[in-house]
């Protein structure tokens, strides 16, 4: 027999679980566990010979509670428990897991996103180029798709296609790309191959 401590942010994680949690458990444990398994035993809500041997303890509003979890190496006539359950409620405070953390810990913890990659804007040499509008899209969206962003280039023509001043396509297009100088990237060209010479 095993009994494992945790915590209460532990019980909001185990959405997924279910158990019978025991309230005021005092004194050792073991013995808790040991009565338990005995008593459901005996009324036959546990079956083929099968007993908790995993349970886990916490401590919550200064009482120590049992978890005894249902897995699969433990049968169960879930009816006959649950009429248990009930008959000796004001004896064991006995409810679900599923019960306990939605209406004493405040709900079950939700799963947080994990932070988007964030990704940096690539340069994009549109100051002294054409200023037509199509053709700086062009250059911004080359860019993107240059840089693998090939769904950033879809999106951000579509957003251009829908606003109505030029001031507000070039403010859309510095949202996607780091607008710099033509005249930078010949620079920085003509640097690269002095290195390379």
Request: hydrophobic share 35%.
């Amino acid at each position: 027999m095993k009994i494992e401590k945790i915590t209460v942010g532990d019980l909001r994680r185990m959405k997924d679980q279910e158990g019978l949690i025991l309230q005021g458990c005092g004194g050792p444990l073991w013995e808790w566990v040991d009565g338990v398994n005995q008593m459901l035993t005996e009324n036959g809500c546990l079956l083929e010979g099968t007993t908790f041997q995993k349970v886990s303890s916490f401590e919550h509003d200064g009482c120590t509670c049992l978890l005894f979890p249902f897995t699969g190496d433990v049968k169960l006539d879930m009816g006959r428990l649950a009429a248990w359950r009930l008959q000796s409620q004001n004896v064991f405070g006995g409810t679900w897991l599923s019960d306990y953390v939605p209406n004493r810990l405040g709900g079950f913890a939700r799963d947080q996103p994990k932070p988007k990659k964030e990704q940096t804007k690539p340069d994009c040499p549109l100051i002294g180029a054409d200023g037509n509008i199509w053709n700086l899209i062009g250059i911004a969206s080359r860019t993107l798709r240059e840089n693998g962003m090939e769904d950033e280039a879809d999106q951000m023509f579509q957003r251009i296609t829908q606003c109505h001043s030029y001031d507000s396509a070039l403010s859309i297009i510095g949202d996607y790309v780091n607008i710099t100088s033509v005249n930078e990237k010949e620079t920085m060209s003509d640097n690269f191959s002095m290195e390379m010479q």
